[in-house]
């Protein structure tokens, strides 16, 4: 496992090759780092407790077996026996990857074998993480050799309090996103449904413990904000996301060329992981903003047409990550 580091005025990143993780983001003029974290590097790569800081494959989120081109596939089935869960047992955050560096930019690559976690076709990926002034850009890039279902992510963990002792429910939130998927008892996204007139509904800023104890079935099944969004887009690259904490004004922008936005509020988040720091993890610690296609879209009648990619096809995410004061 190596360590690599990409500087520039206003930021300062940390990634390891295994899981092409991002262990540090900070914001230079404050001196506060974003990125909540694994305090051994090792724990990246023995046991990545929530996925922290790495990228998602072939499939972000749950997924149950599905059908493409009249074939029937088997998805191995790492939660409880009853799905996958980003990507198996042997997800793209376990693999070690390739890396190349140049002035403002790293390439972190990788395979997946043909039939891996239950998936049709060989896979070639990479992701490359570029500065430029205050901006973290996100580009994920994928070919297959057979007809297959494609969505990746970074499962980062954000607290902008600039202190992980205090917990990110006072941070405000605004989500670009009229919509959102329904989950099942197991979690599962089934069906999409309209945020007007619920708790999950962030289309005005507010702070994201203010409705968090609403009694909400949706709440209650995924303890808390677990749900994938559907974002409005109107252009090839959309605004998601707006993240600022009152205590240091820090802002996190997010802009993306994705369907979905997961908004994640670290509800399992607890004692069995560390923190840089040496601070023991607790629940809502940090919170995750993924952005992904729409999850188990196969198994959705509406979307059962998305993140389908064939030989001819190229898989093309880009992400872009504005940290200000």
């Not at 896979?123 to 901006?135: K, P, Q, R």
């Amino acid at each position: 496992m190596k360590e690599y580091v990409l500087k520039n005025e206003k930021l300062e990143v940390h990634f390891i090759d295994v899981g092409a993780v991002i262990t540090k983001l900070i914001h230079l003029e404050t001196g506060i780092n974003i990125i909540v974290g694994h305090e051994d590097l090792k724990t990246y790569q023995e046991n990545n407790i929530g996925y922290m800081n790495a990228v998602i494959g072939r499939h972000s989120g749950r997924i149950t077996d599905f059908t493409l081109a009249g074939e029937v596939y088997q998805v191995t089935k790492n939660i409880n026996g009853i799905y996958q869960l980003h990507g198996g047992f042997q997800g793209f955050n376990t693999k070690e990857f390739a890396v190349e560096t140049g002035e403002n930019w790293i390439m972190f690559t990788t395979t997946s074998k043909d039939g891996e976690e239950g998936y049709p076709g060989a896979v070639a990926f990479s992701i490359t993480y570029s500065l430029y002034e205050d901006e973290v850009h996100l580009l994920y890039e994928a070919t297959t050799s057979k007809t297959t279902v494609l969505s990746f992510t970074n499962h980062a963990y954000f607290n902008l309090n600039g202190d992980v002792t205090k917990d990110i429910l006072n941070h405000e939130l605004y989500l670009n996103a009229d919509r959102y998927l329904l989950l099942d008892q197991n979690l599962i996204p089934y069906e999409a449904a309209p945020l007007d007139n619920t708790p999950l509904d962030f289309r005005k800023m507010k702070p994201i413990g203010k409705d968090l104890n609403q009694d909400f079935k949706q709440l209650h099944i995924a303890g808390g904000f677990d749900h994938p969004y559907l974002l409005n887009k109107e252009n090839k690259i959309n605004h998601v996301a707006t993240l600022r904490s009152p205590l240091t004004g820090l802002t996190l922008d997010i802009h993306s060329t994705e369907d979905v936005v997961v908004f994640y509020a670290g509800n399992a988040i607890n004692d069995d992981c560390t923190v840089v720091g040496g601070i023991k993890g607790y629940k809502h610690m940090a919170l995750c903003l993924e952005t992904q296609g729409i999850p188990n879209s196969l198994n959705i009648e509406e979307f059962k047409e998305k993140n389908i990619y064939g030989p001819e096809d190229k898989y093309l995410q880009k992400t872009i990550w504005k940290i200000s004061t």
